[in-house]
């Protein structure tokens, strides 16, 4: 090799050196079922502005909505899998982290006050470390789904003697299916993107579908009654916004701080979306000829507590249910 030679190998070397490394983008995929309509999709777009934004282009995110790269459980096996690195936990994650059940309890969680006294303090940073140990996934922040109602197709719900024999559509969940049978309904595992069809084709005949939920989907249409959230909610439970737990912690720590205050803006967000659409919901969904029906209480109430009291003890969660009813709102 020629003294030329070296002497030009030499230099392209140190020019290498000397010149500014090329950032590499991470391309993350955020996933859910929920239609366009829904307030988790502007959660997930308000994260993409600002992660993208706040990573002077870094990071980059690709946003799949109405189960258009599957149902929940699929989104949930996907991201440990690797190949979707966000998504929003609900009933179906509680199959992968069973002790998510005890804030799948219905009844059990009051309103988004109650909801965001338990996602917010001690309760949801200690539910979010068993979720992890259970299942590998790190909670990064806890979102709003509502309020949810009882809906049916054909009668009113005032009493749990009203939901014998009632087909109704549950989440993917045991404590979800084991308080339906309590009530004396005939749960229905369903894909929330099959509910509207069977719905409309007598496949069930009820749902416990989020309120703003039941416009979102048109499920409107085919249901007519329903149970007042305002006097007494069925679910208010926090969803958890996911990553495998490896993945984020082999992340560069830019990017994990990055991606931690992108979730914390989200998160303000997506609850205040929900707030504002909780406000008109009511007014909407009569307009829309829904009938709105008052409930006796403390009949659902007695008739659940002893699914509360089975699921803490299954779960060795018996501590959680006592912090989450004793964080009720004065």
């Known amino acids: 090799m020629t003294r030329w030679i070296r002497s030009c ?24 079922l ?33 189960g258009s790269l599957g149902a929940e459980r699929e989104i949930n096996e996907a991201i440990l899998e690797g190949t979707i690195h966000l998504g929003i936990g609900a ?19 009051q309103g988004q006050k109650h909801m965001a006294a338990v996602a917010d303090g001690p309760i949801g940073a200690e539910l979010a470390k068993r ?24 009668r009113p719900i005032k009493s749990p003697a009203d939901m014998k024999g009632l087909k109704i559509r549950v989440i993917e969940n045991p404590a979800l299916i084991d308080t339906m049978r309590a009530l004396g309904a005939n749960p229905t595992p369903m894909p929330l993107t099959e509910v509207y069809t069977g719905l409309k084709q007598g496949v069930i005949e009820g749902a416990h579908l989020d309120v703003v939920l039941v416009h979102a989907l048109k499920a409107y249409e085919a249901l007519k009654y329903m149970t007042d959230w305002e006097q007494i909610t ?14 984020f912690d082999g992340l560069p720590k830019k990017h994990q701080d990055a991606i931690r205050a992108a979730v914390r803006d989200a998160t303000v967000h997506e609850r ?48 959680l249910l006592k912090q989450i009813i004793a964080a009720r709102p004065k």
């Open 9 to 32: 190998i030499a230099l392209a070397a140190a020019l290498a050196l000397c010149a500014p490394a090329v950032a590499q983008t991470l391309n993350l995929r955020f996933a859910t």
């Open 34 to 66: 929920a239609p366009d309509t829904f307030p988790y999709v502007d959660g997930m777009k308000k994260f993409k502005e600002v992660v993208e934004k706040s990573s002077n282009g870094e990071i980059k995110v690709s946003l799949h909505t109405a």
């Open 91 to 109: 009933g179906a994650m509680a199959n992968l982290a069973p002790i998510y059940n005890i804030v799948q309890i219905p009844f059990l969680i």
């Open 131 to 154: 979720i992890e140990k259970q299942a590998g996934f790190r909670v990064l922040g806890w979102w709003s789904t509502g309020d949810s109602a009882i809906e049916s197709t054909n």
């Open 234 to 247: 069925f679910l208010s439970e926090p969803r958890p916004v996911i990553m495998k737990a490896s993945y």
């Open 272 to 319: 205040q979306v929900f707030a504002e659409k909780m406000k008109s919901i009511r007014g909407i969904l009569i307009k829309e000829g829904m009938q709105i029906t008052k409930v006796d209480r403390d009949a659902f109430l007695n008739q659940v507590k002893p699914v509360w009291e089975k699921y803490a003890a299954k779960l060795q969660a018996e501590d």
